[in-house]
């Protein structure tokens, strides 16, 4: 018999349950529901914690679950399986993106598989399972983290299986608890109106050329007027005229505005008529990427309701319309695409496997 086997599935040793049932009984000042979710969350595997524990959780939390990428096997489907039925066991809701862009949290999977050194005549497979939490108002994401393990099986496929299922159920404690950090105001697209019947009223102000090069200074007065064409295909706001906005609209204002200060938003605002304002940029990105940068601001107070950013390595204008024009009209989808290909762009490290 081999002495380095592989990690494979099997009860954790008793004295790891005592320690277990040591934090939960330590934590007897705390409220039982709160009792309850340490343990289901601290253990190391669902066996530690009864369906009953798992059901009582007390802390809600939902996401939606989109694969990146994933070697086959066990591929995209068998990836998002694996981690959402470890997600439900933690007490997670896993729920479908909302085409009206109200979507939970969103859950991000790469999955990558590599033979290992055969162990007892089995094959051994190897899994690197990789997540983000990601959130439609927050620049960065609220967790990253990878695990990988190996599992040894009478067939390649079943290996992967085996050590995907491994990998999931560690990484659904991780997100689990992520997930339970984000408030329920951060888990939506900020797409809402005031409350009224009346759509919200919106001004699309002239879009900054920070680039250097006064050839595109047209193109962000072209921008502007395609965001207002979208805003108001979406039928959802009411636009406020171009010509009105040379009319009253003071320079100093606007440029106060492009920069969120509250006041001159505020002023801007008010003397447009308008609940919410539309700024925006053109520059280069450090790595020389042509990007589009705009926030959707409150008149109010500056409070920014949605952020548009979108870039091109090649820099071409006509490419960097659509995706821009994609980001208004299909927000969801967009905001999507952009944080999958951030994704999928980071190399893949294979750190030592967990035990």
């Given amino acids: ?169 560690e990484v659904a404690v991780q997100i689990a608890r992520a997930l339970r950090t984000v408030p329920a105001s951060s888990s939506t697209f900020l797409n809402r109106s005031p409350a009224s019947d009346e759509p919200p009223t919106l001004a699309c102000l002239p879009f900054r050329n920070t680039t250097g090069q006064r050839g595109l200074s047209g193109w962000c007065e072209t921008l502007a007027t395609l965001a207002a064409r979208e805003f108001q295909g979406a039928g959802k706001y009411r636009l406020v005229e171009r010509a009105r906005l040379r009319e009253v609209l003071d320079e100093q204002d606007v440029t106060a505005a492009l920069d969120g200060v509250a006041d001159a938003t505020k002023r801007v605002g008010t003397k447009l008529g308008v609940d919410l304002l539309l700024v925006g940029e053109v520059t280069y990105r450090p790595d020389g990427k042509l990007t589009i940068s705009a926030r959707l601001l409150r008149s109010t107070d500056a409070h920014i309701e949605r952020v548009f950013l979108v870039y091109d390595s090649s820099s071409r204008v006509e490419v960097l319309e659509k995706r821009f024009r994609k980001s208004i009209s299909r927000p969801l989808a967009a905001w999507m695409d952009q944080k999958l290909e951030t994704l999928r762009s980071r190399p893949r490290d294979w750190p030592a496997p967990r035990s």
């Fill in 1 to 169: 018999m081999p002495t380095n086997q592989p990690v494979i599935d099997a009860h954790p040793p008793r004295i790891f349950k005592l320690c277990l049932l040591l934090a939960v009984v330590s934590g007897c000042g705390q409220p039982a529901q709160e009792r309850v979710i340490y343990a289901a969350t601290d253990a190391k595997s669902i066996r530690d914690v009864d369906e009953t524990t798992v059901e009582s959780l007390a802390t809600p939390a939902r996401c939606c679950i989109v694969v990146a990428e994933a070697d086959n096997p066990p591929g995209e489907d068998g990836a998002y399986s694996a981690v959402a039925e470890a997600l439900q066991l933690r007490g997670v809701e896993v729920v479908s993106p909302d085409p009206s862009d109200s979507a939970a949290p969103l859950v991000a999977i790469q999955c990558y598989v590599r033979a290992g050194q055969p162990w007892g005549g089995l094959p051994v497979q190897e899994v690197l399972l990789r997540y983000a939490v990601l959130c439609a108002d927050r620049a960065e994401p609220v967790s990253v983290g990878d695990l990988n393990k190996r599992h040894a099986d009478s067939e390649k496929s079943a290996a992967s299986q085996g050590a995907l299922r491994l990998a999931a159920r």
